[in-house]
């Protein structure tokens, strides 16, 4: 049983002149598991990633991986290694040699880059096209060969920046069910930036959430979505409502909220097919509620925008956020 190695950050900082960019971030990422550092554009995930990979100089703090201190050195010698959002594979070299290239740039001899080269397209299914050029392959094809090049140093740690972005949603779902396999086989962490709520719970063992240059909340994804530490981390995973009760707010999952003849009166603005749920929005006292109905529910009793309805849940599913 491989555990992988532990990387912990340690108040780091970077600043690009007056801009803060990730703000004294101190964490603690586990060996041998799959995190996703996850939320809006601009809060600082990719210049964290950078910084882990190397390619990026940190401004203070220190990166330890495995008990070492990799701040300073650099990215080949860290024992991460970057799968970038563009592939970039070398358009003039085989899927083979795309592979090999960093094992070649370290002078290993052309039999043993061949067939580690060999091993790491097998792992990503990708065996029978090591003699394509990457133009002949297809977009999620492209991909996997830009993980095994990834993979092919044998790093301890994996790190991809929005690595599904560029997949339509059918190719995503698929390609993220390959990554984490392949996450779970290879034993070592997989850290995985992206913005979508979805992709990170479906991934993670551990939900990071950054806002403004540092960390909202991090844990398992049930414990970040059933229980939302602030109003930005109820917002962002979505599917809550956040409620102002004398003075205090409260998350109120969706999927909580009844509707009914009785309860608190409303009127209903949106309803919006979702398959196995029926989203509908609806007004109370000035408040947009979110309302997640299952469809055999909804469909018993359908509502229509316009229509007054009562909305109920019970006090007990209302979660108290911090100030
Ligand atoms: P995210 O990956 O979450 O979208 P980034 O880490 O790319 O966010 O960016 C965080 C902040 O740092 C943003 O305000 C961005 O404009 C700024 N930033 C990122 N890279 C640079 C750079 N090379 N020069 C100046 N500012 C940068």
Redesign the pocket.
């Known amino acids: 049983m491989r555990s992988g190695a532990d990387l912990e950050l340690v108040h780091v900082t970077?600043r690009?002149?007056d801009?803060?960019?990730?703000r004294d971030v101190s964490h603690v990422f586990k060996g041998g598991s799959y995190v996703c550092l996850l939320?809006?554009?601009?809060?600082?995930?990719?210049?964290?990633?950078?910084m882990i990979a190397g390619h990026?100089d940190i401004s203070d703090g220190s990166i330890v991986l495995e008990g070492q201190d990799v701040s300073y050195l650099p990215p080949a010698r860290r024992g991460t290694a970057m799968m970038f959002q563009s592939y970039a594979l070398f358009p003039h070299l085989s899927v083979r040699d795309n592979v090999a290239f960093s094992l070649r740039m370290k002078g290993i001899d052309r039999a043993e880059r061949d067939r580690a080269a060999g091993e790491m397209l097998e792992l990503v299914d990708m065996g029978t096209y090591a003699e394509r050029l990457p133009a002949q392959l297809s977009g999620g094809q492209q991909q996997r060969v830009a993980l095994a090049r990834a993979l092919v140093t044998k790093p301890r740690v994996l790190l991809l920046?929005e690595p599904l972005s560029a997949l339509d949603p059918f190719l995503r779902v698929r390609v993220r069910a390959e990554l984490k396999k392949l996450q779970r086989e290879l034993g070592i962490s997989f850290l995985h930036?992206t913005?979508g709520q979805d992709e990170a719970l479906a991934l993670a063992d551990e939900i990071v959430v950054?806002n403004n240059?540092v960390i909202e909340q991090a844990g398992n994804p049930r414990d970040v979505f059933a229980a939302p530490r602030t109003e930005f981390v109820a917002r962002f995973m979505g599917g809550h409502n956040v409620l102002s009760e004398g003075g205090v707010r409260y998350a109120l999952r969706a999927d909580d909220v009844r509707l009914g003849p009785t309860g608190r009166p409303a009127i209903v603005r949106t309803v919006e097919y979702q398959g196995a749920h029926v989203a509908v929005t609806a007004e109370m006292s000035g408040t947009e509620i979110l309302a997640l109905v299952p469809e055999a529910t909804f469909f018993s009793d359908p509502k229509n925008p316009g229509d007054a309805v009562g909305l109920a849940w019970d006090e007990g599913r209302l979660h108290r956020l911090q100030a």
């Open positions: 970077k690009y002149g801009t803060v960019a990730v939320g809006p554009s601009g809060c600082g995930k990719s210049t964290t990633l950078r990026e920046d930036v913005h950054m240059a």
